[in-house]
């Protein structure tokens, strides 16, 4: 298997319905089991048929309540990653308050499976010139990796003109990390994203295999990411998935639910065909490669 170019699947591991209970009411509330085990189920039995293993980064406030399926998961020997606690924009929380995010969801999460965790990525993709002191607190924390930055500046989130490539940096506090950033095509001049769950969605079958043919051919890393519900085999309403008393006006369960099930039934045919296509190592695999073969860390500023 060639390391350098081989595609890895990312999983953010949450629940849609509990976060938005949670930013609707400001509680947080206990998901619905039936709908994350169907949903982590679905994506296991796609994984374990194609004979891939992906990094699933785990969100705190789901795993305190559904501690058995995160050790399914690493049971089925995929890697765990950390997604943070309670899934905030970090660019909204202070110092403190970021490092006590990501220190009590390394002790929960580790505790869960028992084992060292190395690899983190932020919630919203919420690391930017802004805030770049957060990699090293996630070296000071013990990670090798983050993956959190896409190398373009979207509306929401990235850093425009950030590298592209897989790459080892030097960080202010002395130590190092692996940054793996997500992947971006070149399309018409302009850079685009396109392996995120959203962008699967939206693209063609036949566009979406032209572009990753296109980057397996040029030995680009393929950083694909998604999140549960996008491989549920059933239409969300998320008027179900919270207590009704906190529940959205129709007009944004609209809106909501229409952006949760648009082209939604697509995506499993789509990522069961790149995982039968391509070869697929995890985050931790391909942080390594890039530590065992950089001649020399590029240094990263503190901002």
């Not at 890895?8 to 947080?28: N, Y």
């Not at 960080?171 to 190092?176: A, F, R, V, Y």
């Not at 207590?243 to 369960?253: E, Q």
Request: charged residues 25%; aromatic residues 12%.
């Amino acid at each position: 298997m060639e390391t350098k170019n081989a595609f890895t699947l990312s999983i953010d591991w949450e629940d849609f319905g509990q976060l938005l209970g949670r930013d609707r009411s400001g509680i947080l509330t206990k998901p619905l089991a039936i709908t994350i085990d169907r949903q982590t189920d679905i994506m296991l039995e796609m994984l374990d048929e194609t004979g891939k293993k992906a990094t699933f980064f785990i969100l705190g406030m789901l795993a305190q309540y559904r501690p058995d399926l995160v050790k399914k998961i690493a049971a089925e020997g995929h890697e765990i990653g950390l997604h943070g606690q309670y899934h905030i924009d970090m660019r909204t929380l202070t110092r403190d308050q970021i490092f006590q995010d990501l220190n009590d969801s390394k002790n929960l999460v580790t505790n869960i499976i028992g084992t060292q965790i190395y690899g983190y990525r932020a919630p919203y993709f919420s690391i930017d010139n802004s805030n770049l002191y957060i990699m090293e607190m996630l070296a000071e924390l013990g990670f090798t990796y983050d993956s959190s930055i896409f190398p373009i500046k979207l509306k929401r989130y990235g850093i425009a003109n950030f590298c592209k490539e897989d790459t080892l940096y030097n960080l202010p506090n002395g130590k190092e990390i692996v940054e793996l950033p997500l992947t971006v095509v070149q399309l018409y001049g302009k850079n685009v994203p396109i392996a995120g769950g959203g962008y699967i969605r939206a693209f063609p079958g036949f566009f979406l295999h032209r572009m990753f043919r296109k980057l397996n051919r040029n030995q680009q890393n393929v950083m694909l990411y998604m999140h549960p519900y996008e491989f549920d085999t059933k239409r969300i309403d998320c008027s179900t998935n919270y207590p009704a008393d906190i529940a959205y006006s129709k007009i944004k369960t609209h809106l909501i639910n229409l952006r949760w099930n648009l082209f939604r039934n697509s995506i499993r045919h789509k990522l069961k065909s790149l995982l039968q296509q391509y070869e697929f190592i995890t985050c931790i695999k391909k942080a390594e490669y890039v530590k065992s073969n950089s001649h020399g860390a590029t240094v990263l500023g503190r901002s």
